[in-house]
C-alpha cells in the first residue's frame, strides 16, 4: 500500500541550526512528493515539491531530493530562524489521492 | 485568485444537530477532498471526489455525507453530530491524476461540538 513515515517530533532547534526532518515512503508506481509546512492557525501551505527520481524541490531555503533507491525525501534546512517555527508534512501522491505523514512540530528558539 | 474558500471558520454545534461546511475552489481542479485534523492524529481524509457527479469515501467517512454538484463546489455535511467530530476540517483541491499537481487547502474551519 501506499503510506508515508516522518521522524517523530517535537524538535526544538536554536536560531541558524542545521535542520533535517526524515520522510519516507512505500508507494506503488512512481509518485509526487511534497513537503508542506503549516503554521499555528493556518491551513497547510506547499513547501516544495519533487515529481521524479533524483529530483531536487527548493524554497525559502529549505531542500529536499527525491531519492528512489531509499525511498526517502528528506527535507533539510541549513540555518533555521525563529519564524520557521511550525509544523511539517511530507506527503505523497501515487494517484489520485494524497498520503500525509503525522507532521513534525518545529520550535525555533532564539 | 481565492484559490480555496472554506465557510465558516469557527462553528459551535449541539449534539444532534446537522450543519453543512462550504467548500468552493475558483482553479477549475477536479479533484477535490475534505480532511480532519485532531491533535496527535494528523490529517485523515473524510471523503473525496475526482470530479462532478464522482464521490468517494476515504478513511473516516461516518458521520458525514458529501456531494459535487459542480466542479467548483465540494460541500460536507455533518448529519447529526457528536463530540468526536470536534475538530479542525480542511478542504483541499488539485488537478487530476498525472499533472503532478500539489494540493491547495483552505485555511479550516474550527467546529467544536458540546
Known sequence: GNSVTQMEGPVTLSEEAFL??????TATGYP????????????????????????????????ATYRKE???????????????SAVYFCALRPGNQFYFGTGTSLTVIP | NAGVTQTPKFQVLKTGQSMTLQCAQDMNHEYMSWYRQDPGMGL??????VGAGITDQGEVPNGYNVS?????DFPLRLLSAAPSQTSVYFCASSLREGANSPL??????RLTVT
Open chain 1, 32 to 63: 509526487s512528493l511534497f513537503w508542506y509546512v503549516q503554521y499555528p492557525g493556518e491551513g497547510l501551505q506547499l513547501l516544495l515539491k519533487a515529481t521524479k527520481a533524483d529530483d531536487k524541490g527548493s524554497n525559502k531555503g529549505f531542500e
Open chain 2, 68 to 72: 459535487r454538484s459542480t466542479t467548483e
Open chain 1, 20 to 25: 533535517t526532518i526524515n520522510c519516507t515512503y
Open chain 2, 44 to 49: 485523515r481524509l473524510i471523503h473525496y471526489s
Open chain 1, 70 to 84: 531509499t525511498t526517502s525525501f528528506h527535507l533539510e534546512k541549513g540555518s533555521v530562524q525563529v519564524s520557521d
Open chain 2, 104 to 109: 491547495h487547502f483552505g485555511n479550516g474551519t
